[in-house]
């Protein structure tokens, strides 16, 4: 039950486009479709931005966009807002009802 | 409108316990499965297990094996999380997270549609 990696930041400029990795294994990532992206902002409960990869919850702005290759799983934010600016999370179904994190990483609109 | 009511602040002793609550409401409470995340100050989030409110069996991420206890009430909506021996490294804000899985899928996917408001937990002596 290892945590999944996230690159510890990111940045985009407004309007650009920015991709945030998150790397398991073939146990987790790369097993289930079952990866999850979260944004939080600073002392806020995070939201739930993809579910089971590539689906948004609705509400969710469809500049964001979830991926998986292999055993790594991405987030992509289209056209950055200033808003946008926060920390974000994946997670992995990993087996045994059990579920993983990844690192966070902080993504800076510039 | 689906809302996550945890308990208030709580402040323990190292080597004490804690118990936590989570009030579900606005949904059928035993449909759902429960998760518990927590966020020590300045880092990331850490899974820390999954109840089922229908039946009450559990899974535990391995680190808390043995400290970790999660309970239900259906009559009352609650989920608890109770974590022992604790010391300062438990200091956190400590999450449920509702899943969007269903118990009927019987997987908790871990896709965590709605939140708690988060219950501080200090641990010092």
């Known amino acids: 039950q290892s945590a999944l990696t996230q690159p510890p930041s990111a940045s985009g400029s407004p309007g650009q486009s920015v991709t945030i990795s998150c790397t398991g294994t073939?146990?987790?990532?790369?097993?289930?479709?079952?990866v999850s992206w979260y944004q939080q902002h600073p002392g806020k409960a995070p939201k739930l931005m993809i579910y089971e990869v590539t689906k948004r919850p609705s509400g969710v702005p469809d500049r964001f966009s979830g991926s998986r290759s292999g055993n790594t799983a991405s987030l992509t934010v289209s056209g950055l807002q200033a808003e946008d600016e926060a920390d974000y999370y994946c997670?992995?179904?990993?087996?045994?009802?059990?579920?993983?994190f990844g690192g966070g990483t902080k993504l800076t609109v510039l | 409108q689906v809302h996550l009511v945890q308990s208030e602040t709580e402040v323990k002793k190292p080597g004490a316990s804690v118990k936590v609550s989570c009030r579900a409401s606005?949904?059928?409470?035993?449909?759902?499965?429960m998760h518990w995340v927590r966020q020590a100050p300045g880092q990331g989030l850490e899974w820390i297990g999954v109840i089922n409110p229908s039946g009450g069996s559990t899974s535990y991420a391995q680190k808390f094996q043995g400290r970790v206890t999660m309970t239900r009430d259906t009559s009352t909506s609650t989920v608890y999380m109770e974590l022992g021996s604790l010391r300062s490294e438990d200091t956190a804000v400590f999450y449920c997270a509702r899943d969007y899985s269903g118990v009927s899928s019987m997987v908790a996917k871990g896709n965590f549609d709605f939140w708690g408001q988060g219950t501080l937990v200090t641990v010092s002596s």
């Open positions: 606005g949904y059928t409470f035993a449909t759902y499965y």
């Open positions: 997670n992995s179904y990993a087996g045994s009802n059990i579920v993983v």
């Open positions: 073939s146990s987790d990532v790369g097993a289930y479709k079952f």
